[in-house]
């Protein structure tokens, strides 16, 4: 993605819809590029265009799993590999909710000793067919439109483990790091996921940044490992940098 379609998506999720010949008078460049940077980054899932203007992707909690999916799916694929590189042979995984999380399932095929514990059910369909994993499921109420399983019992359920590693992603990172989610519930699973982990790893895509949600969910120095698209905005890499986070892009 280039600076100016990053530019554009920041300040479409931070402002609303935009005009397309404000876009031009703002970046300036022409209504030809801008069209082109605004069907780039439809295209991707990232933002939705009309005639004559690019609007903000609806909000997470009206949105599908399919459609979250797609939306920038380049970038969650990239992340997906960082991390599996960050993983090895006989681990005990805990793996949280979210499209991302689901593409890194899908590459750990390879793994030998793998035991996993999610309540992700994407990641559980794509690891049924592993040769040589361990998939422990947490049961109870199934949140259909995401196909997943989260509060009380998920929180349970993840209370009962311990695990090397916990890959989990959130909804939203505002500008200074902090994380947030759209439910409580979802919060709680994962805080109970993290919880029992001896390595933290964050999964977060561009598409996230510089954006806040109803509910706080912790803050990227919480984590050992944090994985993007994209490099972090401002002076944020340096900070976490300093506290020893490991940054990947």
């Avoid at 100016?4 to 209504?31: H, K, M, W, Y």
């Avoid at 949105?63 to 590999?81: E, F, T």
């Avoid at 390595?199 to 994985?227: E, T, Y």
């Amino acid at each position: 993605m280039l600076e100016r379609q990053q530019a554009i998506l920041q300040l479409i999720n931070r402002e609303g819809r935009q005009p397309l010949d404000t876009l031009c008078a703002r970046f300036g460049v022409s209504i030809q590029t801008i069209r082109t940077d605004i069907r780039r980054l439809a295209d991707q899932g990232l933002l939705l265009r009309r005639h004559g203007e690019a609007l903000p992707f609806p909000h997470r909690d009206n949105v599908s799993y399919d459609q979250r999916r797609i939306l920038n799916s380049p970038g969650k694929q990239h992340i997906a590999r960082l991390c599996r590189e960050q993983l090895g042979d006989y681990q005990r995984l805990m793996l949280g909710t979210g499209s991302t999380v689901a593409w890194l399932a899908q590459l750990l095929g390879d793994l030998k000793g793998l035991q996993v514990m999610t309540n992700n059910l994407h990641a559980i369909q794509a690891l049924c067919d592993h040769p040589d994993c361990e998939l422990l499921m947490a049961g109870g109420r199934v949140r259909q439109r995401d196909q997943d399983v989260i509060g009380g019992d998920a929180l349970r359920f993840f209370q009962r483990y311990r695990a090397d590693v916990g890959v989990v992603s959130v909804g939203a990172m505002d500008r200074d790091g902090g994380l947030y989610d759209y439910n409580d519930d979802e919060v709680m699973a994962r805080e109970a996921l993290l919880g029992q982990c001896r390595r933290h790893v964050l999964l977060i895509d561009s598409s996230k940044f510089d954006r806040q949600a109803s509910c706080v969910a912790g803050h990227l120095s919480d984590f050992d490992i944090v994985i993007s698209d994209q490099p972090l905005p401002g002076t944020l890499s340096a900070r976490l940098k300093a506290q020893q986070i490991q940054l990947l892009s």
